[in-house]
């Protein structure tokens, strides 16, 4: 059978014929390379592979085609091929050109190219080479084809195998899903023995879980679910971008380092299908490659993990600070880094809480896009993430509704998302409305929507995306450490008169009102709430535990 298309379009022969070469000559075994002359060629040829049900991985065109720009075209691909990856073919030195330049900002703002690649100029050019590996290798990823992909296999969407899915996707462990009575459920369950217990997890190695649990299925992953030892120099709660920042940190200056998280690894970032404003990602970084990639620096460097355990205890003792852990139990720590970030409200309508993960999501979309092609799909939020999301589902699903309690969509939004959400035809945004309820049979299907006169509307939906204002998990944490109302740990100078400090020093920067406690990231009173400031925190908060051992060493506390 023939391979997924990679498909070329250019008007320049030349750089038509080292293109064809050089995608031919190194990817020809597992893909079918074909190349058009033409927009009009390309496209005909993409509709014909559309209605054949063939494979399209990556189109890549050249900027300026004759009657069209590439931008252009590559901007109809994903109406035909929504999981297609698009390139511009630039020359090189192209983007100094300002004609080029614009045709570049103006594609990637309104979301018609994925990324530039610049044409080949030796034989063999692997600046081309590493550009299109990168395109097939989230491509593979979108379609859940890439190596080592654990399957699910369920009775339904939700329930415990929605459960799993949350806790894969949370360890940034690729994964896919499969109904039991469907072709890929059958041959996965034949291989699973005799009525074996759903949901069932099938691991790349052949081996099979019935219906674990968290822990078991990290553990058999390969995540880390238990500290080998009880005592470090810096315990850190959360392993979202904070987390993993100061885990970075920590390790590579010599402190032994623990993280503890309930989940997996990332936190909130792994909702994010495609952050754009991280610093060293042009093309922009899914949340859970970037955590995956900052769990692998992390353990490279030497910091342990503790994932799928809640920490729930903080106290200090001995002069040191006791933190505990719910499967392992205690450990102790010279210092405590808080980054537990934050998650979003509910939205408190029974009927669709009944349907989470039925069609009904809280945070983005980043596993579940894919099965709403062609239906209509709700997000609730104002925010970036909100208006990330939308975009991200446009690409699949039929039209996309973006559901703002605001009056506007500026006040909540970068502009370069309002930008892209007025360009995307198949988004449509309801200033002033709020979701108030909804239901489906075993699946979403209407939602209930309230404006802001009051009127209720009735609409058919299959899919809702809530992102509705974030809340950080606090509770649990001993009076000492001062909060504002809503919550968010307060540090440093905003930490008031009667905050309970008890030392003659002020506290540090990111110190909290308990001492060697510091908090980073979302679940800090006053932070921004994006990755880069999380991961900036997490480092500064590593330096001020460096200062605090300093200042202990200098004036050793009073044990408790
Ligand atoms: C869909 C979406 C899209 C986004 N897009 C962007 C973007 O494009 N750019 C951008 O800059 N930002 C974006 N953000 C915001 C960004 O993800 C957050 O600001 C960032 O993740 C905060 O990092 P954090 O480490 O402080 O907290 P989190 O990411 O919230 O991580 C906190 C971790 O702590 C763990 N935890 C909580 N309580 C406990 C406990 N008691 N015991 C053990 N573990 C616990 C949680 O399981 C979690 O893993 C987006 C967010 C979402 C949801």
Not at 61 to 69: C, D, R, T, Y
Not at 260 to 277: F, M, P, V
Not at 394 to 418: I, K
Request: glycine share 12%.
């Amino acid at each position: 059978m023939p391979g997924p298309v990679l498909l070329a379009v250019d008007d320049d022969p030349g750089s038509l014929k080292s293109v064809k070469s050089e995608l031919g000559d190194r990817y020809s075994r597992d893909y079918t390379v074909i190349c058009e002359r033409s927009p009009e060629r390309a496209l005909a040829t993409l509709e014909t592979l559309a209605e054949e049900g063939s494979q399209v991985a990556l189109v890549l065109a050249g900027e300026w085609l004759p009657g069209m720009s590439g931008g252009d075209l590559l901007g109809k691909v994903h109406q035909l091929h929504p999981h297609a990856k698009r390139g511009l073919l630039i020359h090189w030195g192209g983007w100094g050109d300002r004609a080029t330049g614009e045709a570049i900002f103006d594609a990637m703002a309104h979301g018609r190219i994925d990324y530039y690649v610049l044409r080949p100029s030796t034989s063999p050019d692997e600046v081309f080479h590493q550009a299109v590996s990168s395109f097939l290798l989230e491509w593979s990823h979108s379609q859940r084809t890439a190596p080592h992909t654990i399957h699910v296999v369920g009775d339904s969407w939700s329930g415990r195998a929605y459960e799993l899915r949350d806790v894969l996707e949370r360890c940034a462990i690729p994964h896919a899903f499969c109904l039991a009575d469907s072709p890929k459920g059958r041959e996965l369950l034949a291989g699973a023995g005799d009525q074996p217990r759903l949901p069932l997890i099938v691991l790349p190695n052949g081996h099979i879980l019935a219906d674990p649990t968290d822990a078991e299925i990290a553990s058999a992953a390969g995540a880390a679910v238990g500290p080998d030892s009880s005592d470090f120099d810096v315990v850190i709660v959360g392993s979202g971008p904070a987390g993993l920042s100061a885990a970075v940190y920590g390790a590579s200056e010599g402190l032994n380092t623990l993280v503890a998280d309930e989940g997996g690894i990332g936190g909130q970032a792994t909702s994010s299908s495609l952050i754009r404003n991280y610093l060293g990602f042009p093309r922009g970084v899914s949340g859970g490659r970037l955590a995956e990639q900052a769990y692998e620096q992390a353990w490279v460097l030497g910091a342990n993990f503790a994932l799928m355990q809640n920490v729930c205890g903080l106290e200090r003792a001995d002069g040191r600070i006791r933190v505990t852990l719910s499967e392992h139990g205690p450990v102790t720590a010279r210092a405590v880094i808080l980054a537990t970030g934050a998650t979003y409200r509910r939205l408190g309508v029974p009927e669709l809480e009944e349907l989470n993960g039925a069609g009904v999501f809280y945070g983005g979309p980043a596993s579940e896009a894919v099965g709403l092609a062609g239906l209509d799909v709700y997000v609730v939020g104002g925010a970036n993430s909100a208006g990330q999301a939308a975009l991200h589902l446009a690409r699949y699903a039929r039209r996309v509704t973006l559901v703002v309690r605001a009056q506007s969509l500026t006040a909540g939004m970068s502009h370069y998302l309002t930008r892209q959400i007025d360009a995307t035809g198949n988004i449509d945004v309801r200033l002033r409305t709020e979701v108030v309820g909804g239901g489906g049979d075993g699946w979403l299907e209407r939602l209930v929507l309230r404006d802001g006169a009051g009127a209720d509307e009735a609409v058919s939906a299959q899919g809702l995306f809530l992102m509705i204002g974030a809340r950080p998990r606090t509770d649990w944490l001993p009076a000492e450490v001062a909060r504002d109302s809503r919550g968010f740990v307060l540090t440093g100078s905003d930490l008031g008169e009667d905050c309970g400090w008890p030392l003659e020093r002020n506290p540090f920067l990111l110190e909290t009102s308990m001492p060697g406690v510091f908090a980073a990231g979302d679940v800090r009173h006053g932070a921004v709430k994006r990755v880069a400031s999380a991961v900036g925190e997490g480092s500064i908060a590593i330096q001020l535990v460096h200062r605090l051992v300093a200042e202990e060493t200098l004036h050793p506390l009073p044990a408790a």
